[in-house]
């Protein structure tokens, strides 16, 4: 199959993208269709590797409203709904949810998924129902599975044994909530306690780490202190991060450099950070994002998740990583050209770095022909005009496909 005419990430010049056996077979200028080879035209739009989330929490997703709506829309409420809606949890309610929502995200160019899901939960019920769909819709979707101790793992009955189950039955990834145990002392020794089964288990460490206004939550300093010194580096990432924005400067400075050295990846979520932090401000009214802007400068890798999906905590969302985005430019400050332009990195290489799969991602011959067209010429006019993905190919099999718009302004 042949691509006619396209641009690929941004650049200035047309290529042509010829995929074989589902690989990228050969990217170059003016390619002619062989003998019976498929050719399509698209015309000077834009191609992109996959979007990725980077950050959800599928086993809660599609809940809003069920059985009761989120008030006030803070955290404490969404808790006090979830706890309502956790008494019907059960296999065949998240197959149900997370097929659809997986189709959302399908539609919107997603290929890959890092789901978190709570395994404070003695019969799991949760990972075993998400380690079944992420081997059911493989073909379809990369799901990687992180154990998320959601109510703490030493502030919780049996936590260390249930993190210990979720990666016996096969989770991809070990969580924490330093902010969220009991004491300091728990919290230091939870991300001791993750980081070390992770690194005894080969597996990769996702860590909800310092998700509060709380200037003196620092988990942060122990998830990158234990990552280098367990030799984990950029197999670990610290999702969130929020405390990040009220820290001291002195105090970031004196961090930057072990953050530099222990090359953790960061995951900012902006929708549901700026709408559940600051809640206890009056005035002036903390954003809640971490310092995307200061860690991109220093080299230090960021990606952008949703984190929830039209459930108890956030009340919206279809799926579609370019609100993320669009978002997390406004507060983090990062709207210069350039930025923008490349904002889309935060939700493809960027993520792929956090999910470690960089080794099979992207446009190069050899890879496997995984990519997203876009009703754009670049990234910069594609966000600025919420330009749809027209299509998403798998191992070059069309996943999704939508036509442009037709809007017809009368006069
Ligand atoms: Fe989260």
């Not at 065949?92 to 404070?120: C, F, K, L, P, S």
Request: with cysteine.
């Amino acid at each position: 199959m042949l691509f006619k005419n396209a641009y690929i990430e941004n650049a200035e010049e047309l290529k042509d993208i010829r995929i074989s056996a589902g690989k990228f077979a050969e990217i170059g200028e003016d390619l002619q269709p062989r003998e019976g080879e498929e050719s399509e035209d698209l015309q000077g739009r834009l191609v992109l590797p996959p979007f990725i989330e980077s950050h959800v929490h599928l086993d809660t997703c599609l809940t809003a409203g069920d059985p009761v709506w989120n008030m006030s829309g803070t955290l404490f409420e969404g808790i006090e709904c979830w706890s309502k809606r956790k008494q019907k949890l059960g296999r065949e309610d998240i197959r149900e949810r997370v097929n659809r929502a997986v189709r959302m995200y399908a539609a919107n160019g997603i290929q890959h998924i890092r789901t978190h899901v709570d395994v404070t939960d003695p019969t799991l019920t949760a990972l075993k129902a998400l380690l079944e769909l992420r081997e059911e819709l493989r073909e379809y979707m990369d799901i990687q599975v992180v154990a998320f101790p959601q109510e703490g793992i030493l502030s919780f009955p049996k936590g260390r044994e249930l993190m210990e189950e979720a990666v016996r039955l096969g989770a991809d990834a070990v969580g924490a909530i330093p902010h969220f145990e009991f004491t300091r002392e728990y919290s230091v020794e939870s991300v001791n306690f993750a980081l070390r089964l992770a690194a005894d288990k080969g597996l990769l460490a996702d860590i909800h780490c310092d998700e509060i206004d709380d200037e003196a939550s620092r988990g942060l300093e122990t998830a990158a202190a234990r990552a280098l010194e367990l030799g984990l580096y950029d197999r670990v990432t610290v999702s969130h991060t929020t405390a990040m924005h009220s820290y001291n400067n002195a105090y970031m400075l004196k961090l930057m450099r072990l953050l530099k050295m222990s090359r953790i990846n960061f995951v900012a979520n902006p929708l549901v950070n700026t709408h559940l932090q600051g809640r206890t401000d009056t005035y002036p009214k903390r954003r809640g994002l971490t310092r995307v802007k200061e860690l991109t400068e220093n080299g230090i890798n960021v990606s952008f998740g949703h984190d929830d999906i039209f459930d108890h905590w956030y009340p919206l969302g279809c799926g579609n990583l370019r609100d993320a985005v669009f978002l997390g430019l406004h507060v983090a400050q990062m709207m210069g050209y350039e930025d923008i332009m490349e904002s889309y990195r935060f939700i493809t290489h960027n993520a792929a770095k956090t999910l470690h799969i960089a080794d099979r991602y992207g446009i190069e011959p050899g890879k496997p022909a995984d990519f997203i067209v876009l009703d754009a010429a670049n990234y910069y006019d594609a966000l600025n005009r919420c330009a749809p993905v027209l299509a998403s190919c798998k191992n070059g099999r069309l996943l999704s496909s939508a036509r442009p718009a037709e809007v017809k302004v009368r006069f």
